[in-house]
């Protein structure tokens, strides 16, 4: 198994977009192709000014004011998604559903955020040399959903710390994030929604196949409010427990006169695990509304 090169000097560079104006709550806008939220605002764009040819180690961002402030929950701004993507890594996915379905294609996630977590990591601590292969001139592609709670027009930044190498050793195996949802191989379950009469509940993927041989190393479930966690599954085993954190500074506020506390982190799991060709892979998604209204 290949090192990782940790003798080779990492850069760290902080990038900054925006402003991205987000309408008051009371505002009325438009149906959009795609949105997750009746009441978010949608940003789409290229980014520009983000260094190519460099093999990436990880991002970390998050939302800010003009004055360097966080924008969260607290001040009544709430991200649904904040998507950086190298559009020339659009590929198809390392594994594909046993019984039907379609698997979510490679968006080439290169930095991002939601309200839960806003790091991405590329290379796995001295385990496996791997890293982010961003090649020359590849465009970086910038898609958000952002929800304003109040009903004060706000304008918002991204800010992401990248850190990365100058040069791509040529044993390098290029890290992708990969997106496999309850409903992906499943065509008759729309979505995660509460059986009639149930607040607590679990669901459970169907079955996708490894189509190559490769590593897991970095991995956490994503939710919204109501979920509890998500376990991901190779060949049955659990590899990974991933735990939903409520609350927390900048992630609990007053809406309509209640206590919201939303999700403020998704546990990671980081030990790489090996699979090979035919290998399976599941997850199983808990939620309980009782403890945790949506």
């Known amino acids: 198994m290949p090192q990782d090169p940790a003798h080779l000097e990492k850069k760290k560079i902080r990038l900054t977009f925006g402003p991205f104006e987000l309408k008051p709550a009371n505002f009325k806008r438009p149906p959009g192709a795609g949105k997750m939220d009746p009441n978010s605002d949608q940003f789409m764009g290229v980014a520009t000014g983000i260094p190519t040819g460099v093999l990436v180690v990880q991002t970390n961002s998050s939302l800010t004011y003009a004055d360097g402030s966080v924008a969260d929950v607290v001040n009544g701004v709430y991200n649904h998604h904040l998507i950086f993507a190298d559009a020339k890594r659009n590929g198809p996915t390392p594994f594909k559903c046993v019984e039907g379905g379609e698997t979510v294609p490679d968006m080439g996630l290169l930095m991002g955020a939601s309200e839960a977590n806003r790091d991405l990591q590329f290379a796995s601590g001295g385990k496996i040399k791997t890293g982010f292969r961003l090649d020359k001139n590849d465009p970086v592609m910038l898609s958000a959903e952002l929800v ?147």
């Open 148 to 294: 304003n709670y109040t009903n004060d027009t706000k304008r918002v930044y991204t800010i992401t710390d990248f850190e990365y190498l100058e040069t791509q050793p040529s044993d390098v195996m290029h890290v992708s994030m990969q997106v496999f949802d309850v409903t992906t191989c499943n065509a008759n379950l729309k979505d995660a929604s509460a059986p009639p009469g149930k607040t607590k509940w679990a669901i459970q993927s169907k079955k996708a196949q490894f189509t190559k041989p490769g590593y897991i190393f970095y991995r956490r479930g994503h939710m919204h409010d109501g979920g509890e966690r998500v376990e991901i599954l190779v060949n049955g085993k659990q590899i990974c427990d991933s735990r939903a954190t409520y609350g927390g500074a900048g992630a609990s506020s007053m809406v309509d006169g209640k206590e919201w506390t939303t999700i403020s982190n998704m546990a990671s799991c980081t030990d790489p695990v090996k699979v090979e060709t035919g290998d399976s892979l599941q997850i199983i998604a808990h939620f309980d509304l009782d403890a945790h209204p949506a």
